[in-house]
């Protein structure tokens, strides 16, 4: 298998993240099916949790870190996108997206609802209720806007087929599903938002990038300030466990972001030796778990019209740090 990954040790861990996803995410789907009212909780855990390593595999094919073809990481990327039910953007238009956002150390996007979405009163306050009920609204419309806007912005219309497409198979799916216990119905959409709160909780907190509505052009003047020392100031590592590290890979690594930030090429498997590499006992961009736990509650509401200022002091604000919404790597706009 050596012709086939990039590093000489990558089978196995890819190995073993891969089964992970496929037997959690097919096996949480049978366990929702059952009679029993507990299978169904554990098929919830168990989907929602193989959906989440799902996406950070995708976050690695985009960074082509496991194969040494390009086209391999296209294959897995897309079945991978498939499963945490990111299917209807491209695989390369994620990452498209997410490349963007390390060449051009900010958060580039093609559609800021920011600018948009306090003309329509009713419908924020709707998310604000729903947010307060920890119910993840703004991550459920981004996600909503991949199947929406090729059907409204000119510059999408190539994408239109896939969108029908996929959500035609997807329905298809899904009924034949329901054909066998409606209680799918009730559990996927559940199992999706743990998906969702789990992503978000891990994005929201992990830069002060500008926001850029830039993704449909060329990268301009408008991010050439932003320098390594930039980047690396504007990153932060938002770290499950320090006394234990094997939780952090709950989330496959990505809390060590300024590992990955400072070497994108290397795999999930690395970092944590490369952080310690790099920063050894320095903790001046790791964030406490514990704050942001409270962060990511307190400000869950005023989050979804918040847009951090570059630069900002997040450590002196420890659990006032609010965090922006709707920065996702998976919704390709």
């Known amino acids: 298998m050596a012709g086939v990954f990039r590093y000489e040790d990558a089978f196995w861990p890819s190995f073993l993240a891969i089964a992970y996803v496929i037997t959690t995410w097919a096996g949480g789907l049978m366990l929702m099916l059952s009679a029993s009212w507990v299978l169904n909780i554990v098929g919830v855990l168990l989907c929602a949790h193989g959906m989440v390593i799902a996406a950070y595999l995708v976050h690695e094919c ?5 194969f040494r073809k390009n086209r391999y990481h296209r294959w897995l990327g897309e079945v991978l996108l498939w499963i945490c039910g990111a299917s209807y953007s491209d695989y390369d238009d994620v990452r498209h997206k997410h490349v963007r956002h390390h060449t051009d150390r900010a958060d580039i996007v093609s559609f800021d609802y920011r600018k948009r979405i306090t003309a329509y009163p009713a419908l924020l306050k709707t998310i604000y209720f729903l947010e307060w009920l920890y119910i993840p609204a703004m991550e459920i419309i981004m996600h909503a806007l991949v199947i929406i ?9 190539a994408r239109r087929k896939r969108v029908l497409t996929v959500l035609v198979l997807r329905i298809a799916f899904f009924a034949w599903l329901a054909s066998i216990s409606w209680k799918i119905l009730l559990l996927y ?7 969702l709160t789990v992503m978000r909780f891990m994005d929201v907190h992990q830069h002060t ?3 850029h509505e830039t993704l449909d052009r060329p990268r ?3 991010v050439k300030s932003y320098d390594r020392e930039f980047e690396q100031s504007n990153t932060y590592s938002n770290l499950l466990s320090l006394k234990y590290p094997w939780l952090n890979l709950l989330v496959l690594n990505f809390p060590y972001h300024n590992a990955h930030h400072q070497q ?3 795999p999930w498997y690395r970092l944590p030796r490369l952080h310690q590499e790099l920063y050894g006992d320095a903790d001046q961009q790791i964030l406490s778990f514990k704050d942001l736990l409270k962060s990511y509650h307190r400000f869950r509401i005023q989050r979804v019209l918040n847009g951090d200022p570059a630069n900002l002091p997040v450590k002196q604000l420890h659990d006032n ?3 922006v919404d709707g920065v996702s790597f998976l919704t390709a706009h």
């Open 62 to 66: 985009a960074h082509n870190s496991l």
């Open 220 to 222: 301009g003047d408008e």
């Open 264 to 266: 994108p090429g290397r």
């Open 149 to 157: 806007l090729p059907f409204v912005k000119i510059e999408a219309k």
């Open 321 to 323: 740090f609010i965090g």
């Open 189 to 195: 959409p559940l199992a999706y938002m743990l998906f």
């Open 209 to 211: 990038y500008d926001v």
